[in-house]
């Protein structure tokens, strides 16, 4: 088990903030929204509770199972309505960071889920708005029937991370995933 802890660690890429490329969201937006829209039906409430000005860490429930779209459809959703120059990232498990194909990901800002890497985005300057699930992997498999329960499985990093990085919490919250 510690063998292939250490063969996936080892092939997450290093967070890289100057990956996140704007131009490449702007370009992706129309089509990807329409995708979005149409496929997953994808409404998206509440964007003007944000605050305009950052650093802010957004903290949802992860729903959707093995592929989830909350993240894919609130990250174009919070594009679209801030507008893509605005430094937005999100944090992923290390399976989607590391999996062949989905490179593309960090274009739109998306780096692995580590507290490395969320306190880099937000006490660095990287981001104004950082998307963290903090119970990711552990509440993306819950059975359909708890679909309306959030469980972050005890983890309260994120809490300790906004107290450190002096940044507002506002909740996100995934429904029908």
């Known amino acids: 088990i510690d063998w292939t802890r250490k063969q996936v660690v080892s092939r997450v890429p290093k967070a ?9 969201i702007r370009d992706q937006l129309p089509g990807t929204w329409l995708l979005a829209s149409l496929y997953f039906r994808a409404d998206v409430q509440g964007l003007d509770r944000i605050p305009a000005e950052g650093p802010v860490l957004l903290v949802g429930n992860h729903s959707g199972g093995n592929v989830p779209p909350d993240t894919f459809v609130f990250t174009l959703a919070f594009c679209s309505y801030f507008g893509v120059e605005r430094p937005f990232y999100q944090l992923a498990h290390n399976m989607v960071v590391s999996a062949p194909g989905l490179g593309w990901l960090r274009k739109f800002g998306t780096v692995a889920a580590n507290s490395d890497n969320a ?3 937000l006490e660095c300057g990287h981001a104004s708005a950082l998307l963290v699930y903090p119970g990711g992997d552990y509440e993306v498999a819950r059975p359909s029937w708890q679909r309306n329960v959030v469980d972050f499985d005890g983890r309260k990093g994120y809490v300790q991370l906004a107290r450190e990085a002096g940044v507002q919490i ?4 995934s429904v029908g995933g």
């Open 119 to 121: 306190r880099m985005a």
């Open 16 to 24: 890289d903030f100057d990956q996140r490329d704007p131009d490449y």
């Open 170 to 173: 506002v909740p996100v919250a």
